[in-house]
Nanobody, 127 residues
Framework: QVQLVESGGGSVQVGGSLRLSCVAS?????????MGWIRQAPGKEREGVAT??????NYADSVKGRFSISKDNAKNTLYLQMDSLKPEDSAMYYC?????????????????????WGQGTQVTVSS
């Protein structure tokens, strides 16, 4: 049973930074997996934020230049560095992954395509 465990959320002021972490259990190899971060604010649709397809990364237009997705293979962990945060970034952020063996090198999967999900971590940005 693969588990994804997110951490790093919190409350910050506009312009602040957070780094989200997603630790995968040993049943999933982060280095070769297609993984991403998806967020959902109350009353809104799920929104793909960033994906890491190994080697390809993709970002939603709304976060380009501000967010960076990365992997630490030794720690089997996916990260999302979030800088210059805006109030509209406030949401529950979920780490998600496609089943091992699936790839996403040339596109950003929709939220519905992801097979494995973490429990989420809340990000709140206030002005």
């Amino acid at each position: 049973q693969v588990q994804l465990v997110e951490s790093g959320g919190g409350s910050v002021q506009v312009g602040g930074s957070l780094r989200l972490s997603c630790v995968a259990s040993s049943g999933y190899t982060v280095s070769t997996g297609c993984m991403g971060w998806i967020r959902q604010a109350p009353g809104k649709e799920r929104e793909g934020v960033a994906t890491h397809g190994t080697p390809t990364t993709n970002y939603a237009d709304s976060v380009k230049g501000r967010f960076s997705i990365s992997k630490d293979n030794a720690k089997n962990t996916l990260y999302l560095q979030m800088d210059s945060l805006k109030p509209e970034d406030s949401a529950m952020y979920y780490c998600a992954a496609l089943f091992q063996g699936s790839s996403c090198n040339y596109y950003m999967p929709s939220a519905g395509e992801f097979d494995i999900w973490g429990q989420g971590t809340q990000v709140t940005v206030s002005s």
